[in-house]
């Protein structure tokens, strides 16, 4: 740690003004009182303040200024260790004093530019230039909004600016601003230009905007100078400013070319009114195609707009002409609604019509309409019609009438779930679901049991939406009587419905003499019963037939599950345990504690070892040997050892050769001894060869030699060979010498191409290595809960703790196997896991005393320890890469002890490391061993 914070009524101890460092530097408290324009151009001068935080004034040509320090500045700098250790009114009088002499000291801002210099640049821009006079108008423009008679000013000058020799690109640029502020000023201005091939629409855009009866004059004058696109863009223009004194001009050019008639017509059906409804009623007589279907939608419009004014007698005429339209289902869905708005007398009539149009778009609009008519009345007379109509009516109107949720609705959906229609039947299924009581339980059930898939899951979704309080006792009621298909399909109802109280019933259910019905029972029970229903639950494990014991057992454990802690969760049924007697009920309560698992559970398993009954044993060792770690091994050695009965030995040994890899923390050496002894036991084939398969784990010399003394087994020399090369791999680097010479041997010897070619490659890695150390060990990973890795970096673990050092399980580090990192000590492939460490450790050994520079790099943090000295640490998280640290360190003649530890973040983890020469070349004299 550093030393203490001092605070500001300290008395310095010495002239040098020292400020606390947790105090804001006055150099920032006059930054945050300057305006952001000026900061920048006092920076320099405030660097002198910032570095009064640490140290004594310093003439300003030390620190690199630009411009000399003002003199009121340098005189109120020297002030500055008598005024620090007073209170604040005196430092904030100087504070005031540093900052008018910055602000005189601070050049005078440029002037803005003027609007009319900025619009003489603009009038030359280009697509494509520097943006900066765009930039420069848009910065006025916003400006202007603020201040109108600044808008109105700079919209004339825009707008003059139109009538000059600018780029294209300018002129473009300014109408699209001129929208923003434009007034009824620049009208002439932009008239003008309404009949400019490339600027009419942008023009035209200004005028609508400005929506003055001068610019509704300005349009309608150009239109009659206009044609082709031009002549449409004014219309539309026209159209969109709803201006009735265009309706006579627009009239006349319904007669004009396809595209322009079509234009018009939409633009009269924007105005509106009876004068522009007659025009196109009367083209609507005589056109055809894609002009007879503009027309309509103008008609619609008109329509819409007298529907929206109140004005129902003339919005439904033009409905009633629009619904006449056989050419267009379109139009006559859009009319259908619309004139059912207009006359709501008639609503039903008319939405009861279209829903015997069959595939129509007017039917899908009638259905949609079906679900908005108000009034229970509505439903009532709907659901009427329902028997009268064809299947797809049926379907659309039963879903409406869903959504309407009104239960008049449910006798008519009851009977139309026997429809000969199978659509008809699922939507009247799902209307039963939606709409349904206690009172159509035994209808669902029915149709969930028999039937097509598609009908059952939807009667089993029905099943479990129901609602009501009794729906669940009606369908416990129904269970009675009914066939075994449909009680399952009951008990998975109630399942589906979390029917807790049904716990009881069910398990009587349980006891049912269909075998079906029992397994749906006992299924569902595992998630509606309670740890209090253990008892009854084993009770009933206890008395039943072989062929459900599985069910059951798989039941109770899911019960038992919800305890809180292992008591909880075992204590019942190893009460039950103790009180059996008969073989099969021991076997059956073991098999639920053996995969509750913990403490409790384990102890019971050990007891059970000394069982009379073979067949309890048999299952003890079984359940042992699937144990999640390794804490049954000693039991499971015991019983190979002791065990007479040919099986059951072989199950345990099967059970002990699967626990000794799974400890981490065992040492390679502890590990080979017990897969030593259990070679040695007489272990079959399938054993032997487990043997082998753990044994590339260790990663140990001794396991290779013991490996290699398996070539000579015809049978298992497959599985040997597979073992060395699995061994030479992980330690070939620690172990170079003798891994190579290993391997040379298995190339002179091996039976196929492809063995040969394994070895080989094993052979060639080690020059891929370099200079680099590769022969490491590595440590377990170690975590605290709630601290992450820059939390871990400084708390000790095990490897640098003299007192634990040595029961550290270390295991050789295998290489890299990346060949664009041959360097890489990979942790993560070791270790794997996130917000943790690991320790790496070798041993170096040097010809003569040497000073040399060690090369770290490190995914993410690295604390290097040598000879038992830290020489180097960094807290750090990032990505490594060779040589991000350097380090220079005295290497002792003889052996060195070299140890890292690599914090983990997430992602990639692990470290690289290699000695040089202080001059960067090749370091001499070195040589590197694991211990």
């Known amino acids: 740690m550093g030393p203490p914070a001092r605070t500001l009524c300290q008395r310095p101890r010495s002239r040098s003004p020292v400020l606390p460092t947790d105090a804001q530097p006055l150099a920032h408290l006059v930054r945050r009182a300057l305006p952001r324009t000026i900061w920048p151009?006092?920076?320099?001068?405030?660097h002198v303040l910032a570095s009064m935080q640490a140290a004594p004034f310093v003439p300003p040509e030390n620190h690199r200024l630009r411009k000399p320090l003002s003199p009121g500045l340098r005189a109120a700098a020297r002030l500055f260790p008598s005024v620090a250790h007073h209170d604040g009114s005196l430092r904030s009088l100087w504070a005031a004093a540093c900052l008018a002499c910055l602000l005189t000291a601070v050049p005078a801002l440029p002037a803005a530019e003027a609007p009319a210099d900025v619009l003489e640049r603009l009038k030359t821009y280009r697509f494509g230039q520097s943006a900066a006079p765009l930039e420069a108008v848009e910065k006025l423009v916003a400006e202007s909004r603020a201040n109108p008679a600044a808008s109105r000013?700079?919209?004339?000058?825009?707008?003059?600016?139109?009538?000059?020799?600018?780029?294209?690109?300018?002129?473009?640029?300014?109408?699209?601003?001129l929208v923003l502020i434009a007034t009824e000023e620049q009208v002439p201005a932009l008239a003008r230009l309404l009949n400019d091939e490339h600027l009419?629409?942008?023009?035209?855009?200004?005028?609508?905007?400005?929506?003055?009866?001068?610019?509704?004059?300005?349009?309608?004058?150009?239109?009659?100078q206009a044609s082709g696109r031009l002549q449409i863009g004014l219309i539309n223009a026209l159209g969109d400013r709803r201006d009735g004194q265009a309706v006579e001009k627009l009239t006349a050019l319904l007669g004009g070319p396809e595209e322009t008639a079509a234009a018009a017509a939409a633009?009269?059906?924007?105005?509106?009114?009876?004068?522009?409804v007659s025009s196109l009623l009367e083209l609507w007589a005589k056109a055809s195609g894609a002009l007879r279907l503009a027309v309509g939608d103008a008609l619609m419009s008109c329509a819409d707009g007298f529907l929206a004014q109140r004005n129902m007698g003339q919005a439904a005429a033009i409905y009633e002409r629009l619904m006449g339209s056989e050419q267009s289902p379109r139009l006559r869905a859009a009319a259908l609604r619309g004139l059912a708005a207009a006359r709501p007398d008639q609503a039903m009539s008319l939405v009861l019509a279209a829903l015997r149009e069959d595939g129509t778009p007017g039917?899908?609009?009638?259905?949609?309409?079906?679900?908005?008519?108000?009034?229970?009345?509505?439903?009532?007379?709907?659901?009427?019609?329902?028997?009268?109509?064809?299947?797809?009516?049926q379907v659309l109107l039963l879903s409406a009438l869903t959504d309407r949720?009104?239960?008049?609705?449910?006798?008519?959906?009851?009977?139309?779930?026997?429809?000969?229609?199978?659509?008809?039947?699922?939507?009247?299924?799902?209307?039963?679901?939606?709409?349904?009581?206690?009172?159509?339980?035994?209808?669902?059930v029915s149709h969930a049991s028999s039937g097509a898939e598609a009908e059952r899951a939807v009667a089993r979704a029905a099943l479990a939406a129901l609602r009501g309080r009794d729906v669940n006792w009606a369908i416990l009621r129904t269970l009675e009587g009914s066939k075994p298909s449909e009680r399952v399909e009951l008990v998975n109802a109630l399942g589906r419905r979390n029917a807790t109280e049904a716990g009881p019933r069910l398990l009587k259910v349980a006891e049912d003499p269909n075998p079906e019905v029992r397994v749906a029972a006992l299924r569902v029970l595992r998630d509606l019963s309670r740890l209090d229903d253990l008892p009854a639950l084993i009770a009933l494990l206890l008395k039943r037939q072989a062929t459900d014991r599985n069910e059951l057992e798989q039941t109770i454990i899911a019960v038992a599950r919800q305890g809180a802690d292992d008591v909880q969760r075992t204590s019942v049924v190893l009460s039950k345990l103790r009180e059996a007697t008969a073989p099969e009920a021991k076997n059956s309560l073991l098999q639920i504690i053996g995969q509750l698992g913990g403490p409790q559970a384990l102890g019971a398993l050990r007891h059970a070892t000394q069982d009379p009954d073979p067949t309890v044993r048999l299952t003890v060792a079984r359940l042992l040997a699937d144990w999640p770690t390794d804490e049954p091994l000693r039991d499971l050695l015991s019983t190979v050892r002791s065990a007479n009965d040919a099986q059951l030995r072989r199950v345990a040994l099967h059970g002990l050769i699967q626990l000794i890899g799974r400890n981490e923390t065992r040492s390679p050496t502890e590990a080979l001894d017990l897969y030593r002894q259990a070679m040695s036991w007489n272990s079959g084939v399938a054993e032997k060869r487990m043997v082998l398969s753990g044994l590339a784990e260790l990663r140990t010399l001794a396991a290779l030699e013991y490996a290699a003394s398996f070539l000579s087994d015809p049978v298992l020399r497959p599985e040997a060979e597979a073992a060395l090369l699995a061994l030479a791999r992980g330690i070939v680097a620690a172990?170079?010498?003798?891994?190579?010479?290993?391997?040379?041997?298995?190339?002179?010897?091996?039976?196929?191409?492809?063995?040969?070619?394994?070895?080989?490659?094993?052979?060639?890695?080690?020059?891929t290595f370099g200079e680099y150390i590769t022969a490491w060990q590595h440590s377990p990973a170690y975590a605290k809960e709630g601290a992450d890795s820059l939390q871990l970096f400084d708390l000790p673990f095990p490897p640098e703790l003299p007192a634990q050092a040595q029961g550290v399980p270390w295991r050789v580090l295998p290489p890299s196997t990346n060949p664009a990192q041959p360097w890489l000590l990979d942790l993560l492939a070791a270790v794997g896991g996130e917000q943790r460490v690991a320790y790496l450790r070798t041993r170096v050994h040097s010809d003569r005393a040497q000073t040399l520079v060690l090369e770290l790099g490190s995914d993410d943090g690295i604390k290097v320890w040598l000879n038992g000295k830290v020489v180097h640490g960094h807290n750090v998280q990032r990505a490594i890469q060779p040589a991000q640290e350097k380090v220079a360190v005295q290497l002792q003649a003889g052996w060195n002890s070299l140890m890292l530890k690599v914090t983990q973040n997430v992602m990639g983890w692990g470290a690289c490391a290699r000695f040089r020469a202080p001059d960067g070349a090749k370091a001499e004299g070195l040589r590197f061993a694991v211990e």
Not at 200 to 223: E, F, K, Q
Request: hydrophobic content about 50%; proline content about 5%.
């Open 200 to 224: 009419s629409h942008l023009a035209a855009a200004v005028l609508v905007h400005i929506g003055r009866p001068a610019s509704d004059a300005a349009l309608r004058a150009a239109l009659d």
């Open 267 to 276: 633009a009269l059906g924007k105005i509106g009114g009876w004068p522009a």
């Open 735 to 767: 172990y170079p010498d003798q891994t190579t010479a290993a391997m040379k041997q298995m190339m002179a010897s091996a039976t196929t191409e492809t063995i040969r070619q394994q070895a080989q490659a094993i052979l060639q890695l080690q020059e």
């Open 363 to 393: 039917q899908q609009v009638a259905a949609e309409l079906a679900r908005e008519l108000p009034g229970a009345a509505a439903t009532r007379a709907l659901a009427n019609q329902l028997p009268q109509m064809t299947a797809p009516g």
């Open 153 to 177: 000013d700079l919209a004339r000058q825009l707008a003059a600016l139109l009538a000059t020799d600018a780029a294209f690109d300018a002129k473009q640029f300014v109408c699209r601003q």
């Open 405 to 444: 949720a009104d239960k008049a609705v449910l006798p008519t959906a009851v009977k139309l779930c026997a429809s000969a229609n199978p659509a008809v039947r699922l939507q009247a299924l799902g209307a039963v679901g939606a709409l349904g009581d206690a009172s159509v339980v035994r209808l669902l």
């Open 41 to 46: 151009r006092c920076r320099p001068h405030c």
